[in-house]
């Protein structure tokens, strides 16, 4: 079975009707035990100091696995560093495709798209939706464990991120990943509830910061809801037999105003005190900061992460005053 990377969520019915093992290299650089060492690789073949971690660690977890096939390349709707990212692969033999999210959100444009990577795995359409209507069975399940984490309080914030940022690749094995998501849920089930004094809404992309979610327990808060990490599940598309309407309804790719949408109706539907929005530092969304603060009308703490590691002392300062202020 080949392997294909991606550098964020495409749409992976694509790899799994081409039975190929779709693999989020995201996944991978931030689960690296040694992600530092993975930047100061990229870094001595000259990639800037100043560029994205992410498309660094991506870059050197390419590199050491030798078992990737491909990559496809998200060069619109994500980072533009795509982009340079694909010819610095190119210039090590490393085979990459192409894939956009158009700014548009038009529907033939996205269709075009997805019919490309039809057409180059050797596929089509309606296998896709095949696909898709198995792994709808498990974004069923990925929504309930949502709901245990808003709903029933009984789903950690941590929890709630790992499962659903997982679902973009489904870990490789849609199969695996569904047996192990309902013995997960079957033991949430049994907890007590929690009952934490400030309910914090996540938005922005999912954190390089491994210790986040952790302390915000810590200071009698929950995160019960994760803005980016929900979209990966699909969950708003959930029973349409439309590979290229599910993908037009992602919103990620997409403008900020499409995603505050979303972000509003979750801030009132969970009953969220405050939010915590996520940049990465040299990221194009850290200006998106300005539209975020101006549209919501609940408090908002900025954080900024660079490279992978633990909470600085600052920011756990920064963290506690505002659910100190909120509580």
């Not at 980072?79 to 548009?104: D, H, I, M, Q, W």
């Not at 200071?219 to 990966?232: A, H, M, P, S, T």
């Not at 990620?252 to 940049?279: A, F, M, S």
Request: charged letters at 30%; one cysteine or more; a negative charge.
């Amino acid at each position: 079975m080949k392997k294909v990377g991606f550098t964020t969520s495409i749409p992976v019915e694509t790899v799994f009707a081409a039975d190929c093992k779709p693999v989020d290299i995201n996944n991978i650089f931030v689960n690296e035990r040694n992600a530092e060492k993975l930047l100061e690789n990229a870094e001595k073949i000259g990639f800037p100091r100043n560029s994205c971690a992410w498309i660094k660690g991506m870059y050197s977890c390419i590199m050491s696995s030798a078992d990737l096939d491909m990559i496809i390349g998200v060069v619109e709707g994500d980072c533009s560093n795509t982009r340079a990212l694909r010819e610095v692969l190119e210039l090590n033999g490393v085979k990459s495709v192409p894939f956009s999210y158009p700014n548009s959100r038009d529907y033939n444009l996205l269709k075009s798209e997805i019919l490309n990577l039809c057409n180059y795995f050797g596929i089509n359409i309606e296998q896709c939706v095949h696909i898709k209507k198995k792994l709808d069975n498990i974004r069923k399940k990925l929504v309930y464990l949502d709901e245990l984490t808003w709903k029933y309080n009984k789903a950690s914030g941590l929890e709630n991120h790992i499962w659903q940022v997982s679902s973009s690749d489904f870990n490789g094995d849609y199969n695996v990943f569904k047996s192990k998501l309902e013995a997960e849920i079957l033991q949430i089930e049994k907890r007590d509830e929690f009952h934490e004094k400030v309910r914090i809404g996540y938005i922005g992309v999912p954190p390089i910061i491994s210790d986040l979610y952790d302390f915000v327990e810590t200071l009698d808060g929950r995160i019960v809801y994760n803005e980016v990490q929900r979209q990966f599940t699909m969950a708003d598309s959930i029973g349409i037999d439309d590979v290229v309407e599910t993908y037009k309804n992602f919103t990620y790719p997409y403008d900020i105003y499409t995603r505050l949408e979303d972000i509003k109706n979750q801030i009132k539907k969970r009953k969220i005190d405050g939010v915590i929005h996520y940049t990465q530092a040299f990221c194009f969304r850290g200006i998106e900061d300005i539209v975020i603060r101006k549209n919501l009308d609940i408090p908002v703490l900025t954080l900024e992460g660079d490279r992978p590691g633990s909470l600085d002392s600052r920011t756990k300062l920064r963290i506690e005053s505002f659910i100190d202020m909120i509580g």
